[in-house]
């Protein structure tokens, strides 16, 4: 594996702890591996930054994890999570072991790890306005109000029902141990390309979740007479209209989680962080 040459730390705001982490991580990338190193916020990151072969270290939970492996996804760029978080399903480390974990890095002992996005686009009167790219999921729900949207579905352009629920889940393998587990979905390996549609509080309608193929296009047409919402990963949400489509399929994009521990982690972690930390 080639050498990184410099390092973007990124730091959940919200902790302390995790700003003065990120400082210990870039400085040690500086003085002990002669590798340039900044300490910088997601919503502050500008790819001229980038040079041949950087690496993106993140330091907070789930969330900040999520936004820095976007950023990864659309730079081309390995991600290696240091978790401060509660669960830290998505991340490599816990805070006590980060220094160990720096000096495998640098020694080339690790494993990239690739998992899909996925793609939305909403569009109105056959006008694109928005493109957001996800690593969990894409939710079309209602808004306030505690009425029930309707979502005409369509998969590869063939009707497979019209919704009546709260809300519908396009879940990534990732995203499946995520909001749409909560909402009764199945768990998917992480090296799947596979979607998975989840309706949420479904009312006389489909109510199981859907494996789709790999490749497959799902198409909802927005039918409501109040507000409803699109939202990416929990941190984008657009405004919908009635009339409006919503296409989700598979992005051109691929997240890079630099892994550490063994190929099977996964299933391991299912019971460790899910079932043990959910209980406490």
């Given at each position: 594996?080639?050498?990184?040459?410099?390092?973007q730390?990124?730091?959940?705001?919200?902790?302390?702890?995790?700003?003065?982490?990120?400082?210990?991580?870039a400085?040690?990338?500086?003085?002990?591996?002669?590798?340039?190193a900044?300490?910088?916020?997601t919503?502050?990151?500008?790819?001229a930054?980038?040079?041949?072969?950087?690496?993106?270290?993140?330091?907070?939970?789930?969330?900040?994890m999520?936004?820095?492996?976007?950023?990864?996804?659309?730079?081309?760029?390995?991600?290696?999570?240091?978790?401060?978080?509660?669960?830290?399903?998505?991340?490599?480390?816990?805070?006590?072991?980060?220094?160990?974990?720096?000096?495998?890095?640098?020694?080339?002992?690790?494993?990239?790890?690739?998992?899909?996005l996925?793609?939305?686009?909403?569009?109105?009167?056959?006008t694109?306005?928005?493109?957001?790219?996800?690593?969990?999921?894409?939710?079309?729900?209602r808004g306030a109000?505690?009425?029930?949207?309707?979502l005409?579905?369509?998969?590869?352009?063939?009707?497979?029902?019209?919704?009546?629920?709260?809300g519908?889940?396009?879940?990534?393998?990732?995203?499946?141990?995520?909001?749409?587990l909560?909402?009764?979905?199945?768990i998917?390996p992480?090296?799947?390309q596979?979607?998975?549609?989840?309706?949420?509080?479904?009312?006389?309608?489909v109510?199981r979740?859907i494996v789709l193929?790999?490749?497959?296009v799902?198409?909802m047409?927005?039918?409501?007479d109040?507000?409803?919402?699109?939202?990416?990963?929990?941190?984008t949400?657009?405004e919908?209209?009635?009339?409006?489509?919503?296409?989700?399929?598979?992005?051109r994009?691929?997240?890079?989680?630099?892994?550490?521990q063994?190929?099977s982690?996964?299933?391991?972690?299912?019971?460790?962080?899910?079932v043990?930390?959910?209980?406490?």
């Amino acid at each position: 594996m080639e050498r990184f040459t410099s390092a973007q730390v990124f730091y959940n705001p919200h902790k302390l702890q995790a700003f003065e982490l990120a400082e210990q991580v870039a400085a040690t990338f500086t003085l002990d591996y002669g590798i340039p190193a900044d300490v910088r916020l997601t919503t502050d990151f500008d790819p001229a930054v980038l040079d041949e072969n950087p690496v993106f270290v993140t330091v907070g939970g789930d969330g900040t994890m999520l936004r820095t492996a976007r950023l990864g996804a659309a730079n081309n760029v390995p991600v290696l999570g240091i978790n401060l978080g509660r669960i830290g399903f998505l991340l490599e480390v816990d805070a006590d072991a980060w220094q160990l974990a720096l000096t495998k890095l640098m020694d080339s002992q690790y494993w990239i790890e690739q998992r899909m996005l996925v793609r939305a686009e909403h569009c109105r009167n056959e006008t694109c306005l928005a493109v957001a790219h996800a690593l969990n999921e894409v939710v079309v729900t209602r808004g306030a109000l505690a009425r029930p949207v309707h979502l005409e579905t369509y998969i590869d352009s063939a009707s497979l029902t019209t919704y009546v629920a709260d809300g519908v889940i396009v879940a990534t393998p990732t995203g499946s141990t995520a909001y749409a587990l909560a909402a009764g979905g199945p768990i998917l390996p992480p090296q799947l390309q596979n979607m998975v549609i989840i309706p949420v509080a479904p009312h006389l309608s489909v109510d199981r979740a859907i494996v789709l193929d790999h490749g497959t296009v799902v198409d909802m047409i927005v039918r409501t007479d109040h507000h409803a919402i699109m939202s990416a990963d929990g941190q984008t949400e657009i405004e919908l209209q009635s009339g409006d489509q919503i296409r989700v399929q598979a992005s051109r994009q691929t997240a890079k989680f630099i892994r550490m521990q063994e190929r099977s982690y996964f299933y391991r972690n299912i019971t460790a962080r899910l079932v043990f930390k959910g209980q406490n």
